[in-house]
């Protein structure tokens, strides 16, 4: 397969600095509005801050790929004394748990660094963290050629998953005809 060049980007987490103001969440989901900005909602934020004030746990995850089954087992971390909740770490949209999912529809959310046209210089979470928890690189990488699957493809594979091929189907043809 042709090796091709394409940017990897990273958003660099240091958690020691978050204070759970969850602002992240804020401008997140007020930019993934449709249209932009007209509502805000941290339930539909591709970032979700996990805080456990007691513990002193302050994590800000990264919605990442939508998965349509559950880990055969769970992992549970204790770090420097800290205990995390089970997956807590894990970036899935899975059907094991409710986060990084739209909330009306259960579609999956995915973080998609703010890809926009025109792009913007860094990320909404990283330019509005005020503590500096999110800091946004970027680098060239070479990697072999794949397959771009859409955000279209991915929520469909969700309801098909969830409802079964016949009935999605069913459904789109019965709004394509309702909208014609
Ligand atoms: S905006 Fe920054 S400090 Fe506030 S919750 Fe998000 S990551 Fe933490
Ligand atoms: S990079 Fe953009 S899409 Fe991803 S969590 Fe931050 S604001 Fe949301």
């Known amino acids: 397969m042709a090796k091709i060049s394409r940017k990897v980007k990273t958003i660099r987490v240091d958690a020691d600095k978050c ?80 986060i990084f999912k739209e909330p009306d529809s259960g579609l999956p959310l995915k973080c998609d660094m703010c890809e926009s046209d025109p792009p913007l210089s860094e990320p909404m979470c990283v330019q509005w963290c005020l503590n500096d928890v999110l800091v946004y690189e970027e680098r060239e990488e070479e990697v072999e050629e794949e397959i771009k699957v859409g955000d279209v493809e991915i929520g469909l594979d969700a309801l098909v998953n969830k409802y079964g091929l016949q009935k999605v189907m069913d459904t789109v043809a019965r709004i394509a005809k309702r909208d014609n």
């Open 19 to 98: 204070n759970g103001c969850r602002l992240c969440e804020v401008v997140c989901s007020a930019f993934h509005a449709e249209p932009k900005y007209s509502s805000n909602n941290p339930a539909r934020s591709r970032i979700q801050v996990i805080s456990h004030r007691l513990r002193n746990i302050w994590l800000p995850v990264f919605a990442g790929e939508y998965t349509p089954a559950e880990c055969m087992g769970r992992d549970k971390y204790v770090i420097d004394g800290k205990e995390y909740d089970e997956c807590g770490f894990c970036r899935a949209s899975c059907p094991s748990r409710s």
